[in-house]
């Protein structure tokens, strides 16, 4: 399966989807397009970051669109797993940018 026929079945049932993007950035948020070029469009979004002091800040961004040539990964998101996380409490060390 090619990743824009399974970003196809994500965006007809407007599911939330996980970006971990090339520097690093998580951002979640309802996907609403894309085109040829895998640019996404996403809609109630916002970023994770990550700390090993304090618990997950979420930033809130709203519409987002995230260049294709900036994304590394592309998830669906279980939302009732992501529901039962208390972001608070998770510590984890941010990502570093992706080295080509």
Known sequence: MSII???EDLVDVAETISVITNDGRNIVGILKGYD???NLIMDESHERVYSTRTGVEQLVLGL???RGDNISV???LDEDLDSNLDL???RAQPLKP???
């Open 36 to 38: 040829q070029a895998t």
């Open 5 to 7: 026929s399974g970003l």
């Open 88 to 90: 608070s409490q998770l």
């Open 74 to 76: 592309v998830g669906e």
């Open 98 to 100: 992706v080295m080509h």
């Open 64 to 66: 987002y669109i995230i």
